[in-house]
């Protein structure tokens, strides 16, 4: 590379990713205030970071809260008619908070780049404040599943704040900003569970503090929520002090989108493969929905996370099911603490040890090797019900930090690979495109992970294989496909990467 090329591209890595060239500042604009910092203070915004970290978490906290006494919160609720229909039930209440999603992260992400990142977090941490109470305090399934579909619908946070922290800091500084999502929801898999699985049914596992006549006697599910609940307060108080990163001038808007044409223009003419290979930099000049980079992204983010969503739904039904179906006879409490020491074990890995992956390997092959060794890991899954005692449980604790980890490795790739294939003035739509066809997975995943566990525990026996070694090998196709399209002509990496 000569010392020209490496000094432009120096000069790039260092420039903010708030505004395209050619936008003048004002003083009274809040994105302006932030592109002035970023430019004066080369270091990490740590509070800004540190904000945007307490509001994920606690917009992530009622997903991962819920899996360790889903199936003990169906059977109270008396909808399935024998044991083996508590899965089938279960997925259709996993997967009504994606499917709300699906419908509004679209609707969310034009109103972020309309009206700004910060009121779209504020009223998303408020709707996780009203319906997950009111989730809690749920005594049939259909008031259930209306509540969670209504959380999903309002909590339009995900898309936003994935764009929000790619443009509080430099550009040197965006894999890190991107990562305290992944790792804040890392974080929600180590709360999360453990409120889930110690809070619930307090009156049976903690008589001398709880009463059977008491709120959370005769609501056993109400206090994970209800603690829940009172974080999301909190987060939502520290979101006063969320600086908005959006524009919002307009005069120039004009002047900017020249600005760009003649950018990309001129690029075409250095180079005329440029407008084929650039896409995900044309801006103002390509529809969204043509960008190749950004949709090949958005196609492997919403494979994987049908894949984790659905693995996280069969292994915490999987986990507390009977020995007599296969199952590990785990208490709720059990699986809370294999889900919190996978969080935390995930955590330390995003903070500790993928940057460096990222820095020296790049983003696409600790990607590819997550993904084949995740389908190995997984394929050891039904053989574990063979095992007893402690050892059943340290072996189990370290496949489940395994596989969380290469699926945080998957998600921070995917999640680079978007917000680097589109400008500023796109991105928050780009990311609720995103959010949009992911939840619209997500929301299968759940239910077809719950209809194929009760077939499975249905057909124990089988011609060709047993239904547990049928589950996870349907679970593993998934990652396989994945795995498929992470390569050419699926596939092709943003010029930046």
């Given at each position: 590379?000569a010392?020209?090329?490496?000094?432009?591209?120096d000069?790039?890595a260092?420039?903010?990713?708030?505004a395209?060239?050619?936008?003048?500042?004002?003083?009274?604009?809040?994105?302006?205030?932030?592109?002035?910092?970023?430019?004066?203070?080369?270091g990490?915004?740590?509070?800004?970071?540190?904000?945007?970290w307490?509001?994920?978490?606690?917009?992530?906290?009622?997903i991962?809260?819920?899996f360790?006494?889903?199936?003990?919160?169906i059977?109270?609720?008396k909808?399935?008619k024998?044991?083996?229909?508590?899965?089938?039930?279960?997925?259709?209440?996993?997967?009504?908070?994606?499917?709300?999603?699906?419908?509004?992260a679209?609707?969310?992400?034009?109103?972020?780049?309309?009206?700004g990142?910060?009121?779209?977090?504020?009223?998303s941490?408020l709707?996780?404040?009203?319906?997950?109470?009111?989730?809690?305090?749920?005594?049939?399934?259909?008031?259930?599943?209306?509540t969670?579909?209504?959380?999903?619908?309002?909590c339009g946070?995900l898309?936003?704040?994935?764009?929000?922290?790619?443009?509080v800091?430099?550009?040197?500084?965006?894999?890190?900003g991107?990562?305290?999502v992944?790792?804040s929801r890392?974080?929600?898999?180590v709360?999360?569970?453990?409120?889930?699985?110690?809070?619930?049914?307090p009156?049976?596992?903690?008589p001398?503090l709880?009463?059977?006549e008491?709120?959370?006697?005769?609501?056993?599910?109400?206090l994970?929520c209800?603690?829940?609940?009172?974080?999301?307060?909190?987060a939502?108080?520290?979101?006063?002090?969320?600086?908005?990163?959006?524009?919002?001038?307009?005069?120039?808007?004009?002047?900017?989108i020249?600005?760009?044409?003649?950018?990309?223009?001129?690029?075409d003419?250095?180079?005329?493969?440029?407008?084929?290979?650039?896409?995900?930099?044309m801006?103002?000049?390509?529809?969204?929905?043509?960008?190749?980079q950004?949709?090949?992204?958005?196609?492997?983010?919403?494979v994987?996370?049908?894949?984790d969503?659905?693995?996280?739904?069969i292994?915490?039904l999987?986990?507390?099911?009977?020995?007599?179906?296969?199952?590990l006879?785990f208490?709720?409490?059990d699986?809370?603490?294999?889900?919190a020491?996978?969080?935390?074990?995930v955590?330390?890995?995003?903070?500790?040890?993928?940057?460096f992956?990222a820095k020296y390997i790049?983003?696409i092959?600790p990607?590819?090797y997550?993904?084949?060794?995740?389908i190995?890991?997984?394929?050891?899954?039904p053989?574990?019900a063979?095992?007893y005692?402690?050892?059943?449980?340290?072996?189990?604790?370290?496949?489940?930090v395994?596989?969380?980890?290469?699926?945080a490795?998957?998600?921070i790739?995917?999640?680079?690979?978007q917000?680097?294939?589109?400008?500023?003035e796109?991105?928050?739509?780009?990311?609720g495109?995103?959010?949009t066809?992911?939840?619209?997975?997500?929301?299968?995943?759940?239910?077809?992970?719950?209809?194929?566990f009760s077939?499975?525990?249905?057909?124990?026996?089988?011609?060709?294989?047993?239904?547990?070694q049928?589950?996870?090998?349907?679970?593993?196709?998934?990652?396989?496909?994945g795995?498929?399209?992470t390569?050419k002509?699926?596939f092709?990496?943003?010029?930046a990467?």
């Amino acid at each position: 590379m000569a010392a020209g090329d490496k000094a432009g591209d120096d000069a790039a890595a260092a420039a903010p990713l708030l505004a395209p060239a050619g936008r003048r500042p004002r003083e009274w604009c809040p994105g302006c205030r932030i592109e002035e910092r970023c430019k004066a203070n080369a270091g990490i915004p740590y509070l800004n970071f540190f904000y945007i970290w307490v509001v994920s978490l606690c917009a992530s906290l009622p997903i991962q809260s819920l899996f360790p006494y889903l199936y003990f919160m169906i059977r109270d609720l008396k909808v399935a008619k024998q044991e083996q229909d508590i899965g089938f039930y279960a997925g259709f209440v996993g997967a009504a908070y994606f499917l709300g999603r699906t419908t509004s992260a679209v609707p969310w992400g034009m109103f972020a780049d309309k009206y700004g990142r910060k009121p779209c977090i504020v009223i998303s941490i408020l709707s996780v404040v009203v319906f997950n109470t009111i989730f809690g305090l749920s005594t049939t399934y259909w008031v259930a599943i209306v509540t969670r579909g209504l959380l999903g619908l309002l909590c339009g946070i995900l898309g936003p704040i994935k764009a929000y922290a790619s443009e509080v800091c430099r550009k040197e500084h965006q894999a890190l900003g991107i990562s305290l999502v992944t790792s804040s929801r890392a974080i929600a898999l180590v709360v999360g569970p453990a409120i889930g699985g110690f809070l619930s049914q307090p009156a049976k596992k903690y008589p001398n503090l709880f009463s059977e006549e008491c709120i959370f006697g005769r609501f056993p599910y109400f206090l994970p929520c209800f603690v829940i609940s009172v974080l999301a307060a909190g987060a939502c108080v520290a979101c006063i002090w969320l600086p908005e990163t959006l524009h919002m001038h307009h005069d120039d808007k004009v002047e900017a989108i020249d600005a760009l044409e003649a950018q990309d223009a001129a690029s075409d003419s250095e180079d005329g493969t440029a407008k084929e290979s650039g896409s995900g930099r044309m801006g103002h000049t390509k529809n969204l929905l043509k960008n190749w980079q950004l949709m090949s992204a958005i196609t492997l983010y919403c494979v994987f996370s049908l894949y984790d969503t659905a693995y996280l739904e069969i292994f915490s039904l999987w986990a507390v099911s009977s020995r007599k179906y296969r199952g590990l006879s785990f208490t709720s409490q059990d699986v809370g603490t294999i889900l919190a020491i996978s969080g935390f074990g995930v955590l330390v890995y995003q903070l500790a040890i993928y940057p460096f992956l990222a820095k020296y390997i790049g983003p696409i092959k600790p990607f590819r090797y997550a993904a084949v060794l995740s389908i190995l890991l997984l394929s050891t899954y039904p053989f574990m019900a063979n095992l007893y005692g402690l050892e059943l449980k340290i072996l189990i604790n370290i496949a489940s930090v395994l596989k969380n980890m290469f699926a945080a490795t998957i998600t921070i790739a995917c999640n680079i690979l978007q917000n680097t294939a589109v400008t500023q003035e796109q991105r928050g739509v780009a990311n609720g495109i995103s959010v949009t066809l992911m939840s619209i997975f997500k929301a299968v995943a759940p239910a077809a992970a719950g209809i194929l566990f009760s077939w499975a525990q249905k057909h124990l026996t089988g011609l060709f294989l047993p239904g547990d070694q049928i589950l996870f090998l349907m679970l593993n196709m998934v990652s396989v496909i994945g795995l498929v399209l992470t390569f050419k002509p699926f596939f092709t990496l943003p010029d930046a990467m």
